[in-house]
């Protein structure tokens, strides 16, 4: 009985990562194929309505394209619940013809009662230097 006990908790740990690397590579992809509209699906509802994106945040956004998507590094926390990655973006002003590069804080935590790991950080921000 206890070994089964033990399996199931080890399958769950594995679920909950499995779900966190489907994620991170979901929200890279919509990143780096310069996707949006459709990052606002990954931010935690708390955090958006403490930190809405308005249209304006989403049309500033869709003035660049993204040439470079690099995670730098990466903090996890101690019970597997949530990590703090910093990564660099490459933007491409599709009006100027210039690049920008942006270090971007993402904030990503695992929350159980909606099953999934959200972003409790905003989007990234082509004003930032």
């Known amino acids: 009985m206890l070994i ?26 919509l990143v780096r194929w310069s996707e949006y509209d459709a990052l606002i699906d990954f931010v935690h509802p708390e955090y958006l309505a403490a930190h809405p994106v308005t249209s304006l945040d989403i049309d500033r956004l869709h003035q660049f394209r993204v040439t ?22 490459r933007l491409y002003h599709i009006h100027s ?4 590069v942006v270090d971007h804080r993402e ?9 999934a790991w959200l972003l409790h950080s905003g989007l990234p921000d082509p004003r930032q230097r």
């Not at 730098?72 to 019970?79: F, H, I, K, T």
């Not at 904030?107 to 099953?115: A, K």
């Open 4 to 29: 089964a006990c033990l399996f199931l908790a080890a399958c769950a740990g594995g679920s909950v990562n499995n779900e966190q690397t489907d994620t991170l590579t979901a929200w890279e992809n």
């Open 68 to 89: 470079e998507y690099r995670v730098r590094q990466v903090m996890a926390q101690p019970d597997g619940l949530g990590l703090e990655r910093t990564v660099r973006i």
């Open 97 to 100: 013809a210039r690049e920008r």
């Open 107 to 115: 904030v990503w935590r695992y929350d159980e009662e909606l099953e």
